[in-house]
């Protein structure tokens, strides 16, 4: 016995037939019994179809939230990476700009080794040297009025010869100290970058875990999706079938009965007329 299930695509086995139609027992059947099979199978479809439907929404549901979480978090690493790495770039760009002020004054001053402050030591040691020397004088030698006002102007001299020459180096060492201060700012703001850098780095890794986690999510997301649309579509046109199919059973199939005329007495299917009023607006659109 030749099998057809081809040509009747398993509807009669779903009325209720064990085993699939010969051609010759196909032929008998009437338009009336095959709109009952095909309804009987749209029904049993329209029933199938919302539980899945509903599995399907809470899936969607679901992966969306998963999707948008992983994506927020995502977008809030991103944020404080932006931020880290323009606190790391200003600090770099405010070192360099002090260092470069630094380098600046030290071309300025002359180089000179040794003293670090304006009045150092063995200046002062110097200076009281010559004092003491002078007042060792003044104890030891019997001199007039005259000698001693010589060497007691001689002491104001020195004394003054010493703190001119102090406050001549004093604008010369707070370049130096304003310099040792630039570069200390300078080294300071190096360091903040570099945290930040490494904080932006340690984020970095930790950003690449939540982009593949919302690219998954993503990917489940969509899918979820297009499964939904698709039972959604296929409730729709189980519904369509199913007012198609009531209203031939109920009022007859004088409209399919119409076509199949046609098409016997040599005009043209259906499919073959939808595909020419196609091709007719296909060409009026390219007139135009």
């Not at 009952?36 to 199978?41: T, Y």
């Not at 992966?63 to 600090?91: C, G, I, P, W």
């Not at 970058?193 to 930790?206: S, T």
Request: aromatic share 4%; hydrophobic share 35%; glycine share 6%.
């Amino acid at each position: 016995m030749m099998l057809n299930k081809g040509m009747t695509g398993g509807l009669l086995v779903v009325a209720g037939w064990g085993q699939y139609m010969t051609p010759e027992e196909l032929l008998a059947i009437t338009p009336e019994f095959l709109g009952k099979a095909i309804l009987h199978r749209r029904e049993r479809l329209a029933a199938e179809i919302p539980e899945q439907l509903d599995a399907r929404s809470d899936e969607l549901t679901e992966a969306a939230a998963m999707a948008r979480s992983a994506k927020a978090k995502r977008d809030d690493v991103n944020k404080k990476v932006a931020s880290l790495k323009k606190e790391r770039n200003d600090a770099q760009a405010k070192a360099k700009k002090l260092f470069m002020e630094a380098n600046a004054i030290r071309e300025s001053i002359p180089q000179q080794k040794g003293d670090t402050v304006p009045e150092p030591e063995w200046a002062k040691d110097r200076l009281q040297q010559r004092l003491d020397a002078l007042d060792l004088s003044l104890q030891t030698n019997w001199g007039t009025h005259v000698d001693e006002r010589t060497t007691l102007n001689e002491m104001k001299n020195l004394i003054r010869a010493h703190e001119e020459w102090v406050d001549s180096r004093k604008e010369k060492f707070a370049e130096i100290n304003n310099m040792k201060e630039l570069r200390e700012k300078a080294k300071q703001l190096l360091e903040t970058a570099d945290k930040a850098h490494q904080a932006m780095v340690q984020l970095h890794d930790e950003n690449q875990i939540f982009h593949d986690t919302y690219i998954e999510n993503e990917r489940k997301r969509k899918h979820a999706d297009a499964r939904t649309t698709r039972l959604a579509q296929a409730l729709d046109e189980s519904q369509q079938g199913i007012d198609f199919w009531s209203n031939c059973i109920e009022h007859g199939f004088h409209g399919l009965m119409l076509d199949a005329q046609r098409v016997r007495e040599g005009g043209k299917s259906t499919r073959a007329l939808a595909r020419e009023r196609r091709e007719q607006q296909e060409q009026g659109g390219e007139e135009e």
